[in-house]
């Protein structure tokens, strides 16, 4: 009995020098350190998000189930009007079918970072709100770090539901593979541009 009370006891210590360390007003725990030197947190329990962040998670994650970004959505309707307006049916069909092979995906990379920019907390970064600026520095920076990039999809595609349907080995097999369909989506779409 004593040794569970011990136990408790240490768990409890781990967490107030948790928060001590972050300064934290939300329980915060140490999940990453980039390449920078910089403490990437997420928050202890999931209650506890601020609301704004919250809200902007819950949108990042109506993103990832689509599996399209917010950007690229409008993109593809404004594409899709303009087709329609000037008669071209086979363009239009071809975006539609776009989409219907978008909502198909189990995860695609762009929402996946988007959706570990708002759960995620960088060393600095007031946890109790929710700033855009830090949102986009976030994303540009597990873009652009390797090391980030393969934690934070990781750890974002664990908050969807597709999650549970599958092993770690087929997450990482799929991200590969999903690879190949993301460029040949970023094509049509370049190509819907002009």
Known sequence: ???????QQQTESIKVESVIKTGSKIPLTPIFQDALGRNWYQFENAVTIPAKRAIAAEVA???QEMNITKENLIQLIA??????NNGK???LFSILNEIEFRLHFIAEEETLI???ACYFVIEGEDETDFSEVEKVK???YIKENKEAFNFFVQRAFEFTTNYSQMSEIDIQEYLLQNALNAERIK??????RY
């Open 1 to 7: 009995m004593k040794w569970f009370k011990r136990k």
């Open 89 to 91: 049916i086979v363009e």
């Open 79 to 84: 594409n899709m009007k303009e087709h329609a």
């Open 61 to 63: 994650t109506k993103m």
């Open 138 to 140: 976030k994303i540009n």
């Open 114 to 116: 988007n959706l570990a």
């Open 187 to 192: 094509k049509h779409l370049l190509t819907l």
